[in-house]
T-cell receptor
Framework: GENVEQHPSTLSVQEGDSAVIKCTYS??????FPWYKQELGKRPQLIIDIRSNVGEKKDQRIAVTLNKTAKHFSLHITETQPEDSAVYFCAASSSGGYQKVTFGTGTKLQVIP | DVKVTQSSRYLVKRTGEKVFLECVQD?????MFWYRQDPGLGLRLIYF???????EKGDIPEGYSVSREKKERFSLILESASTNQTSMYLC?????????????FGPGTRLTVL
């Protein structure tokens, strides 16, 4: 089955700096890679996703890159703000309906004002 | 707006009890999932269902069973609760489709087994 590894487990950055979270996956059939953000005491929510037919996707201060050859994808947050503090989960799945999503172990991001 | 609800936010049970966790979604989603969330272990899939009366084992199904009698409701059952099942349980749902993979999560049930 799919195995998703996520690093680092914790990350502290100064407000305004960039943060990068990296994930690797094992199943070459995976073609959908979402990122979820979970604020303290709240439910995970999708913040951005990428499919295997693109290498990069941006949404304001958030970007995700995908290297299918290396089975590696990353989340980049620029100009971090205190409200970016949360746990971030990467995930991988084979899209197309009968999806089983495998999550990484999470990265706790702390943005220091 | 998608709404996924879970029957309890907090639950305390005793070892050996049978425990039912209920999840309801109101968006006619075909897929439903049960995860448990533990510090340092992320979200681990227990069971999922892609249709009424259908179920598939996830990565950690041992000690759990599920029921999906109606499309909107997915129940997780702990047949005989044990202390190592103390955890946060999250339900999620999603549409079945080639480009509709977003999972919508419920608020979670924090279960403590004494």
């Amino acid at each position: 089955g799919e195995n998703v590894e996520q690093h680092p487990s914790t990350l502290s950055v100064q407000e305004g700096d960039s943060a990068v979270i990296k994930c690797t996956y094992s199943d070459s059939a995976s073609n959908y890679f979402p990122w979820y953000k979970q604020e303290l005491g709240k439910r995970p929510q999708l913040i951005i996703d990428i499919r295997s037919n693109v290498g990069e996707k941006k949404d304001q201060r958030i970007a995700v890159t995908l290297n299918k050859t290396a089975k590696h994808f990353s989340l980049h947050i620029t100009e971090t703000q205190p409200e970016d503090s949360a746990v971030y989960f990467c995930a991988a799945s084979s899209s197309g309906g009968y999806q089983k999503v495998t999550f990484g172990t999470g990265t706790k991001l702390q943005v220091i004002p | 707006d998608v709404k996924v609800t879970q029957s309890s936010r907090y639950l305390v049970k005793r070892t050996g009890e049978k425990v039912f966790l209920e999840c309801v979604q109101d968006m006619d989603h075909e897929n439903m999932f049960w995860y448990r969330q533990d510090p340092g272990l992320g979200l681990r899939l227990i069971y999922f269902s892609y249709d009424v009366k259908m179920k598939e084992k996830g990565d950690i199904p041992e000690g759990y069973s599920v029921s999906r009698e109606k499309k909107e409701r997915f129940s997780l059952i702990l047949e005989s609760a044990s202390t190592n099942q103390t955890s946060m349980y999250l339900c999620a749902s999603s549409l079945r489709g080639a480009y509709t993979d977003t999972q919508y999560f419920g608020p979670g049930t924090r279960l403590t087994v004494l």
